[in-house]
């Protein structure tokens, strides 16, 4: 496995790939690596075949954090993502710095953001701002560095998949854009690095969030229900965790993201809790 940290090589090392006719599968990721990355990179792998490239990029990209966000304490143990993905079988770990990605931010020399203005607009993009504007930039920087042939994304950020896959339509990007299942802990929680912040206390009671999710998916089984009694339900059901508190719970179109009034069987929920500073967030279709 290579380790790349210079934008200019990055793109450089792709653009022999692409003269060389090779597929190249790019799985992004913030490290502090887990399960779920890693299942990110075996389906990236599985994509583009043995003979293609498979790069991993690590970047805690600060665009997309808010003032009063966890920018500074995010996790990072950089020696033991190196290990898991040498172990996983990157062929490329892009590892850049804010000065690679960013040049001039830090003095005010940098101006140009990617803004996608309508899946953005609810749900994550409502609680966090500035956020996805973040997340689009930095994808379709590393598109532009990497020239992926198909990125790899988790179904546990939903709303960040709808989002970069209309902007790689809209953009003209070419690149497949894959979603790949939420990978869980045995009792149901969604593996995230932010995991690692939750007390034993909290972690004991995290799986809320999926027992939330499961007790939707049992209300409509047989017959829709309105969104608004759903939403009142689940904030009395979340009382039995009683360390968490609700951010949000959506009930929306999967492929619009547009709110149901009705929520039936095939109707997409979303919910993001707070555990104290910690905030978890999950989805799933009814």
């Known amino acids: 496995m290579k380790i790349v ?9 792709a653009l022999k790939w692409r003269r060389a006719g090779l597929r190249v599968g790019l799985v992004p990721t913030m490290g502090y690596l887990h399960d779920g990355h890693l299942s990110l990179v075996r389906r990236a792998r599985q994509a583009v075949g043995a003979a293609g490239r498979v790069v991993a990029s690590i970047y805690v990209n600060p665009t997309q954090f808010g003032p009063a966000e ?40 940098y101006s140009t953001y990617v803004a996608e203005a309508g899946l953005a607009a609810r749900m994550e993009g409502a609680a966090r701002p500035t956020h996805f504007q973040g997340v689009t930039t930095v994808v379709a920087k590393l598109f532009n560095l990497v020239q992926p042939t198909v990125a790899v994304f988790g179904q546990k950020d939903y709303q960040q998949a709808a989002v970069i896959g209309r902007m790689t339509a809209d953009l003209n990007f070419p690149v497949k854009i894959v979603v ?55 904030r009395a059901f979340l009382t039995v965790a009683p360390l ?22 095939g109707t997409h929920m979303a919910l993001a809790v707070f555990f104290g500073k910690t905030r978890l967030i999950d989805n799933a279709r009814l």
Request: glycine share 4%; net charge positive; aromatic share 6%.
């Open 5 to 13: 940290s210079s934008a200019i090589a990055m793109q450089r090392l």
């Open 70 to 109: 966890d920018l500074a304490n995010y996790p990072r143990d950089l020696p033991r993502d190196v290990k898991l993905c040498r172990a996983t079988g990157v062929d490329v770990l892009f590892t850049p710095a804010d000065a690679e990605m960013y040049p001039g931010r830090a003095e005010g020399g």
């Open 180 to 234: 790949a299942p939420t990978r869980r802990e045995t009792d149901g929680l969604a593996l995230s690095s932010r995991n690692k912040y939750l007390t034993p206390a909290e972690r004991t009671q995290a799986n809320i969030l999926f027992h939330a999710l499961q007790a939707s998916r049992l209300a409509v089984k047989r017959k829709a229900a309105s969104a608004a009694r759903l939403k009142a339900d689940l």
């Open 244 to 265: 968490a508190r609700l951010d949000y719970v959506e009930f929306f179109d999967p492929v619009t993201l547009r709110p149901a009034g009705q929520v039936r069987r």
